[in-house]
């Protein structure tokens, strides 16, 4: 049996409600490439969908 740490859970919580927003300070262009192409091509918003978040948050645990 594997065990999460309630600190583990709120992080990744934490992380894909960042993620979801937007927040510009976890998707800087330095970041997250796909949000830098997406806005030098005039996407005015870029929408966060699920994948994108869970990419985001193995990408943020990799660093």
């Known amino acids: 049996m ?3 740490s309630p600190a583990t859970v709120i ?3 934490l992380i894909t409600i960042l993620l ?3 927040t510009p300070a976890v998707l ?3 970041r997250d490439p796909a949000r830098a192409r997406a806005v030098a091509a005039g996407a005015a918003e870029v929408v966060v969908t699920e994948p994108m978040a869970l ?3 193995a990408r943020l645990a990799r660093m």
Do not use: F, K, N, R
Request: glycine share 14%; hydrophobic share 60%; proline share 0%.
């Open 28 to 30: 800087t262009a330095e």
């Open 20 to 22: 979801a927003v937007g």
């Open 2 to 4: 594997v065990m999460i």
């Open 11 to 13: 992080e990744t919580l």
């Open 55 to 57: 990419m985001g948050m």
